[in-house]
C-alpha cells in the first residue's frame, strides 16, 4: 500500500550539501549521520544526486534505505535547479518479506487467467495491446481498435449496483473486475477485468486486463452450481497458473545438479536433485488432477482413431527404459513384428500403458522383470502387463481403482489417481483395465480396447 | 577513415582531445566483440554458461529458440501430413503426425548455423526483455496518449498503418515474459527449416522405397512452403523500420521520436528510429546496445545529433533496465562526448553501414583480423 501522504521535499546546492529540507528527510539524513549544512548523508540518495547533476536532467529511481532496523522503499525524484537540485521523495513503504513487484506479476497472471482475450492500455487508456484468444467472435477486429480509446472497442455499462468499477480503478489504483461492457462492433456482451500498472511514484501509467464473453462466463458459473467437482477451467487455470513455475524449478535444479556454473559440494548437488525430483513430482500431481477433472465432466469424450495396441506399449516400454533399469528392473518388450490393431485415442492409451507399465517398474523387486503380453479375447484387443512384485489380495482388486486410494499407506509416490483416471480412460473408449492378482503371485493389469479388424 | 581508426592522438576538425578519439575508436572492435558473442550464445543456450544470462533469461531464451524451432516443425507438418494422406500413405501421415518433436535433437547440434539461430534468438529476447524492463513512466497530463497510440490515431495515410503494424507485431510476439517464438531473419531461417525437415526424415522408419520417397517429397514440400511463406514475414524488428521510415517521410523529427520512444518502452522503436536515421541495419543498433563494454551506443546517438539531455535520459533508462552499460561511466564522458561533431561520429560508425551479411563472414574467416 502506498503512503499517500504529500511528496518530503529538500534542496542539495551544487556541493553536495543538503541545504533545505522537510521533517521526514531531514530525520532520515540524521538517522544516516548527516546534518543540514553538510553533504547528503543517505547513500544511495547522494549517488543519486551526484548522477543527476552530472548527467544533467531530472532522475527517477526506487531507492531502498536502511531505517534503524527496517528498511524502507521509496521513490526518490532529482531535479537539477538553480545550479543544485531539488529532492523529492515518495511513496515510503517498509519492505516486508515478499517483494511488490512479484505481487504485482501475480496479480497480472491472475486477471489473464479471467478472460480468453487480453487488453492493456496506457495511461490515457489507449488501446496499446489486443489479443484475441480462441473463439474470436463475427465482426471482431481486434487489429483496427490498436492505439484508440478503449471506450471505441467497450460500450461500459452503469451498474445500478457497483458504478463503473473500472473508474474506481483508475482513480485508486486498485484492480477491478465484473465490470460489464459490450462490445461496439457486435453488441456482444463482456465481462471486463484489469490490473492497474502504476509508475515507481505511484502514477497510474496503465491497465492489463482481460474480457470474457458474458454467456461463456455465465455457462461456466452454471456448470459449477451444478456440482461438478471442480469448475470448468480448472485444468486450464491451473496449468498456467503452476506449469510455468514449476518447469522453471525443475529446469534450474537440475542444471544446478549438473554443475554447469562449475564444481559445487555434493551434497548442494544432491538437494538439487531432490528439488528437481521434488518439481517432477509435483509437475506430475498437477497433469493428474488436470486430467481428474477432465474425465469427470459429463461432456467427456474421446476421439476414436485406429492405433496399434503392439506399437503403443513399445513406445511406452521405451518412455520407461531409464526408470526402469534405475531400479534394476527388466522390461519384457514384444517383438517389432507384432501388432494388436484396436480402436481408441493414442495419447490417451499411451498414457494408461504408461501408468500400468510404470505401476509395474515401481513395485517389482530389485532384479526382476516385468512381462508385457498382447491377446485376443473375442472382440477385445488386449495389453496384460505382469509384475513380479507382491501381490494384491482379492478383496483389494476394486479398492486399487478408486478416487485417491493408496493401499500402502506409507507410499508416498504419486498422487493415487493413476488407476482410477487410467480405468476411466479405458471406459471412456469402448475397453476396461481388469486386474489378476494374489499375494505373492505379483499382478496381471490387462488393458482391454475394442479391437479393429 | 583510417587516420580516425587509429586511435592514436590526431588533430580532427579544431582539435577535438584523446578522450573523444578514445571513445571514437571504441566503436571499431565492434563487430569482433559482437562475433565472440555469437560463439558464446550456442554455449550459452546448451548449457547455459553465460554472464549475462541470469536464470530467468535462461529459461526465456531456451523456450524461446525451442518455441522456435517448433513452430517450423509444425508448418512442415502441416503440409506433409494431408499430401501424404491425398496419395493414399495413411501410415505414413500417422506417423508424421504422432512423431514426438525434433526440436530438441536439432537444437543441440553444433553448427555454425546454429549458432547463428541461437545468437539471434537470444538477441530478440534479450532486446525484448530490455524492453520490459524500462521502468514504466507516467506522463504528466494523463489524458496524453503514449507515443504508439498517438500515432495510430493519428489519422495519417501512412504514418497510422506503421503504427498499428509495429503494435500488432509487439502484441503477437510478446508473451510478455520473452519466451515466445522468434521470426528468424531469410538467411538464418531456411538452413532451419531444412535441418528441421530433415530430423523428421531421419526420426521415422519407413518400409520400402515407394514410402521412403513419398516421404522425402512431402517433407521437401513442407520445407519449401515454410520458407516461402515466411519470406514475406513483418516481425517487430521490421514494423518498427518501417515505421522510423515512414515518420521520417512524413517530416517528423526522429530526434524527438527517439527520445519518446525510450520513454513508452518501446525498445524496438528506439533501435529502429536510431537505425534508421544513421542509415544502418536495425541488428547494428541492437548491438551496440548490448556492447556493454564499449561507447558504441553513445557514438551512434551522437552520430544522430542527439543533444546531451535525450543522450542522458536515453542511457539512464537502459541503464535502470538492466543494459549494464556503466552510467556513471557516461556521465563522466559525457561532456568529452558532446564535443564530438556528428559528421565525425558517423564517420566513426561508417563500417556499420556494410550489411551484416558481409561483416559476419569476414568476421567469420578471420576472427583476428584488426580491421575497423
Redesign the interface.
Known sequence: MLDRMPPVVGRIDSEGKLTEADQRLEELNRRAGGAIGEPLAVPELARLVRLAMRLGIALSRQVVVGEDEAELELWASVEPADGGVTLELGGWTEIRDWSSVAAATRDADFAAMAGDWHWETDASLHITRLTAGAGKPEGFQPEAMLGHPLTDLFRLSDDPEHGFPILAAVTSGEEFAGQRAEIRANGRAVYLSAVTRTDGSGRFSGLVGAAELVEDADKKAAQSSEGAAFPVDFGRRLDKALRDPLSRIIANADSIHAQTEGPLRDDYASYAADIASAGRHLLGLVSDLEDLQLVEREDFEISPEAIDLADIARRAAGLLGVRASQGDVRIDRLSERETMPATGEFRRALQVLVNLIGNAVRYSPKGGTVWLRLEREGDMACVIVADQGKGIAPENHERIFGKFERLDPGETEGSGLGLYISRQLARAMGGDITVDSAPGEGARFILMLPARD | MNSLMSGRDVDMHGGAAKGANRLLASVAALTARARGREMAALRTVL???SAWLD??RR?AV?MALRATVVAVEEEIRAVAVPQLLSIGEETLAERVE?LPTVADRVISEDSESNRRVAAEVVAVTRLRLLGSAI?????EH?????L??????RDHMMV?PA??AL??A???A?N?DGSGPVILPEPIRGPLVWRVAAAIRLAIRSSGKMEADALDLALCDGARRSIDNHSEDIDAEEAAMRLAATLEAAGESLVEMIDQSLA?RRISLFTALLAWALRVEFSAIRDLIFDDMGNGLWVAMRAADLP??MI??A??LLS?AGSRHD??A???T?DTLMEIAPDDARAALAHLTLDSEYRHALRALAPKWVGW
Do not use: C, N, V
Not at chain 2, 494523463?142 to 503514449?146: A, C, N, T, V
Not at chain 2, 504508439?148 to 490515431?153: K, M, N, P, S, V
Open positions: 548449457r547455459g554458461d536464470d530467468r529459461w531456451g504422432t521502468p514504466p513512466q507516467a506522463p494523463h489524458d496524453q496518449p503514449s504508439l497510440a498517438r500515432l495510430a490515431e497510422t503504427a498499428m503494435l500488432k509487439e502484441a503477437d510478446d510478455g513508452d546531451r539531455d542522458a535520459r542511457a539512464f535502470e552510467i556513471e557516461l556521465a563522466d559525457l
